[in-house]
């Protein structure tokens, strides 16, 4: 939940993670429409699955939905 309040508030992002957040600002200016919104785990199986992938990947992920 802390994510999707930090892209809104940009100044409560932790100094520790700003470097990610720049990261998320950029990437939003290259596309049309960008959202943030919260999903719980248990409501979304799709963000459990990459949640459980990202762990332990050594890439970055982008994940575009075009619905």
């Not at 890439?59 to 619905?67: I, Q, R």
Request: net charge positive.
């Amino acid at each position: 939940m802390n994510a999707v309040l930090w892209v809104a508030n940009p100044s409560k992002v932790p100094w520790r993670l700003r470097r990610i957040r720049n990261h998320l600002e950029n990437l939003k200016a290259k596309v049309a429409r960008f959202e943030v919104v919260y999903v719980g785990r248990e409501a979304n199986q799709v963000a459990d699955m990459l949640a459980k992938e990202g762990v332990g990947s050594v890439n970055d992920l982008l994940w575009v939905n075009e619905d």
